[in-house]
């Protein structure tokens, strides 16, 4: 079975301070990932994915992640956090079994705080 | 310009009540889905459509009924609302059910059934 697990419901994160939220996934074949990101009252914004190709994937707003197959993670990355990047972030992994409809498996999801 | 939208934002009703949600996307995708929120944040799959076919019904009970009058809309009848029911509703479109495809999100239609 294809699964997601973010280890973290909150993650704590001074500004200006590196961040990392993550993400752990389990597939049959080969893994297509993604990160949204959810503030509050709003929809969720995709911010980047892993298909295949080079390892560590940029996205948007300063976001990156890093895709390591051997450790089946994909942990997302900021060089500096900013007060406005707290929000709920969700790891996905594509369902990829036959008449699967092309579904996202979301992770619980991990609240970022970052405090001035 | 809205890539995905939902009305109504907000739905509050009664038990027993039957409600829609109407969900629209201007991306020219061809494959839109709708997904539930529950309380706890969890993000679970409901229903997914290509080409204004029905492909997954994860084991959504039939007092839901989504219906897609073409590729654009994508709208959700539920019938007999239940207190369970509560969540927030979204709706998503992607260009096609390709792994690599991203899925855009609408806003999101929390419903509360009193």
């Known amino acids: 079975a294809q699964s997601v697990a973010q280890p973290e419901d909150q993650v704590n994160v001074a500004e200006g301070n590196p961040l990392t939220v993550k993400c752990t996934y389990s597939?049959?074949?080969?893994?297509?990932l993604f990160w949204y990101v959810q503030y509050p009252n709003r929809g969720l914004q995709f911010l980047l994915k892993y298909i295949t190709g080079d390892n560590l994937v940029k996205g948007s707003y300063g976001f990156e992640a890093e895709f390591n197959k051997s450790q089946t993670s994909f942990h997302l990355k900021k060089p500096s956090a900013l007060v406005s990047d707290s929000a709920l972030y969700f790891c996905?992994?594509?369902?990829?079994?036959?008449?699967?409809?092309?579904?996202?498996?979301f992770g619980q999801g991990t609240e970022l705080s970052v405090k001035p | 310009d809205t890539a995905v939208s939902q009305t109504p934002k907000y739905l509050v009703t009664q038990m027993g009540n039957d409600k829609s949600i109407k969900c629209e996307q201007n991306?020219?995708?061809?494959?839109m889905y709708w997904y539930k929120q529950d309380s706890k944040k969890f993000l679970k799959i409901m229903f997914s459509?290509?080409?204004?076919?029905?492909?997954i019904n994860e084991t959504v009970p039939n007092r839901f009924s989504p219906k897609s009058p073409d590729k654009a809309h994508l709208n959700l009848h539920i019938n007999s609302l239940e207190l369970g029911d509560s969540a927030v509703y979204f709706c998503a479109s992607s260009q096609g059910l390709g792994a690599p495809d991203t899925q855009y999100f609408g806003p999101g239609t929390r419903l509360t059934v009193l």
């Open positions: 996905a992994v594509r369902h990829l079994g036959y008449n699967q409809g092309g579904k996202l498996i």
């Open positions: 991306l020219g995708h061809d494959t």
């Open positions: 597939v049959s074949g080969n893994p297509y």
């Open positions: 459509y290509n080409n204004k076919e029905l492909i």
